[in-house]
Nanobody
Framework: QVQLVESGGGLVQAGGSLTLSCAAS????????MGWYRQAPGKQRELVAV???????NYADSVKGRFTISRDNAKNTVYLQMNSLKPEDTAVYYC????????WGQGTQVTVSS
């Protein structure tokens, strides 16, 4: 079992930046993959970025070059640095952890105004 708590969401103007944090209740060293997903109103949840235990990363095409995922195993925390934000990035952002099961955080709202 692992509990995930996201923070760092908020309201920002287009072109601005935010950094989301996801704190895990236990060591993430052995967790296969930590990721960020988002869900906008009326849309399905979609992958934003994922970081594996080996350090490899993968991003949705829509955020490549603007978002950066990183993990700090010593702090049991995963981050999502979001730059050059666009109104279409507005969504609830969820942290996930995948080991033998998949765990989700409660989500944090990101709103980008035009």
């Amino acid at each position: 079992q692992v509990q995930l708590v996201e923070s760092g969401g908020g309201l920002v103007q287009a072109g601005g930046s935010l950094t989301l944090s996801c704190a895990a209740s236990r060591s993430i060293f052995s967790i296969v993959a930590m990721g960020w997903y988002r869900q906008a109103p009326g849309k399905q949840r979609e992958l934003v970025a994922v970081c594996t235990s080996s350090g490899s990363t993968n991003y949705a095409d829509s955020v490549k070059g603007r978002f950066t995922i990183s993990r700090d195993n010593a702090k049991n925390t995963v981050y999502l640095q979001m730059n050059s934000l666009k109104p279409e990035d507005t969504a609830v952002y969820y942290c996930s952890a995948r080991s033998t099961n998949v765990y989700w955080g409660q989500g944090t709202q990101v709103t980008v105004s035009s």
